[in-house]
């Protein structure tokens, strides 16, 4: 799901990121720190508990959950309904198009009005469409929290969807669209994302145009009535802020809202036969290289997110010393693990320039090769640890971290309990952890190509590559 923590909450996490980032790659050079001004070693974690929260459950189904935090007298609104991209069905983009025009207006009130509003109580108001859900969110101050739960439950509930609107939001949609759809990133991405998830809508990423210009105002209006209502909506009140008055609000602004269908529950199969996609893009100086996989492990298995960190996860992983640091063919690799309700998968992306695209690929395999084949070294281990457990704590440092993480972490299935145990979880884990989640969840025989890039001058490498020559496309 999409953060709305801010450019604030962003600059603090990957300045952490970096300073451990730093700090881990310094230590591994032998003699570039003298003993003098080595760093203390760090303390044992403290566990982690969350704040003591209350959730409870309105008569027609939505549920509420109130989370004191924090000493500012502010507070943080997030309303998660769980509808998106998922109950698209084959109509790409209408969840998109839907949002993006509910923001134009609800109950009788413009965009602009909205935003004043919002600013007269201290904050904003926003709306996101993601996979499986989509987040209204507010920032205020603490005084405006009944006003603004009104305000959120308005753009929810009652929004204009006007038709002179629609083609507004279709122009911008559309200039998205052809931007992203030239971009070698997105290419591969939509055809790494169409072999994995086959026949499912998280494998449809772009529409076409003309499925984009031919969407109707009555396809918006019955994609809301289906799909938004009480049943599907979960609201996180996170700060400071008066019970009675919140709970009063609530019951407002929300209490009458009918019920509504359940979340769409649809699985994703697992693709057991990868596949190697190439599309060629003659004379470009770069390839996109995606590599990656189904992963049915749930967003709980903290081996797996620990083991893929040191893969590929953060700029000091293995793939980035090797084929950025040491030999210079890439400038940011970067892998993820991507927790999906309906199925996860695990991706190693990078572009890379194109006389390296196939020496880049052998790299990457290597690299998990090796992660699969020997544990860890006892320094990675505590690093990685040490890292996790940092940008975990400093993720749930402010209001909107905390409503986003929970709202995630409730999305997967695994809610606070999760967040109460992780520390303890990461601080547990061992070198075979990693070398187990690897060996397990990452069959070299199951992993999917796909290459971007000028195909005259990178197919030759690619018949060289092992893992791939056999199933190059003719």
Do not use: C
Request: no cysteine.
């Amino acid at each position: 799901m999409a953060s709305k923590g801010g450019e604030t909450m962003k600059m603090i996490l990957t300045f952490a990121a970096a300073t451990a980032a730093i700090a881990i790659g310094v230590a591994s050079v032998p003699g570039a720190v003298a003993a003098r001004e080595a760093p203390p070693p760090p303390t044992e974690p403290r566990p982690f508990t969350l704040p003591q929260m209350t959730t409870y459950t309105l008569d027609n189904g939505m549920e509420v959950t109130l989370i004191p935090y924090g000493n500012v007298p502010k507070v943080t609104l997030l309303a998660a309904v769980r509808t998106g991209n998922i109950d698209d069905g084959g109509n790409v983009w209408l969840a998109d198009l839907t949002g993006a025009l509910m923001q134009k207006g609800a109950g009788g009130m413009d965009a602009s009005q909205m935003a004043e509003a919002a600013a007269g109580m201290g904050g904003g108001i926003s709306l996101s469409t993601g996979l499986n859900v989509t987040t209204a969110d507010m920032d205020v101050l603490s005084a405006d929290a009944p006003q603004a739960i009104g305000l959120v439950a308005q753009l929810l509930q009652q929004p204009d969807l006007k038709a002179e609107e629609l083609e507004k939001v279709r122009a911008d949609l559309l200039r998205n669209l052809a931007v992203a759809k030239s971009t070698p990133e997105s290419i591969a991405s939509e055809a790494f994302q169409g072999t994995i998830y086959p026949d499912h809508p998280y494998g449809r990423v772009y529409p076409t145009n003309e499925q984009l210009a031919g969407y109707t105002l009555d396809q918006v209006k019955a994609f809301h009535a289906q799909n938004f209502g009480a049943a599907r909506t979960h609201l996180y009140v996170v700060g400071q802020y008066d019970e009675a008055g919140v709970r009063e609000a609530v019951a407002k602004a929300f209490g009458s809202w009918r019920t509504g269908a359940a979340p769409t529950a649809m699985p994703a199969s697992v693709n057991e036969e990868p596949k190697v996609v190439l599309i060629d893009r003659p004379g470009a100086p770069q390839s996109q290289v995606m590599i990656g996989q189904r992963v049915d492990k749930p967003g709980g298995d903290v081996a797996f997110k620990a083991m893929n960190t040191l893969l590929g996860g953060y700029f000091s992983s293995r793939i980035t010393r090797n084929i950025r640091e040491d030999k210079g063919f890439t400038y940011s690799p970067h892998g993820v693990f991507s927790d999906r309700v309906e199925g996860a998968h695990w991706l190693e992306e990078a572009a890379v320039t194109a006389e390296a695209t196939g020496p880049a690929i052998t790299e990457i395999y290597k690299e998990v090769r090796r992660m699969q084949d020997e544990p860890p070294s006892a320094g990675e281990v505590q690093g990685i640890k040490n890292y996790m457990n940092g940008t975990f704590v400093i993720g749930l440092a402010s209001r909107g971290g905390m409503a986003n993480s929970l709202a995630t972490y409730d999305l997967l299935g695994l809610g606070a309990d999760y967040l109460n145990s992780y520390v303890g979880k990461v601080s547990a884990l061992t070198a075979a952890d990693f070398q187990n989640a690897a060996k397990k969840e990452l069959p070299i025989n199951r992993m999917s190509v796909v290459v971007v890039g000028p195909l005259e001058s990178v197919r030759p490498q690619l018949e060289k590559v092992t893992e791939i020559a056999g199933e190059l496309p003719e």
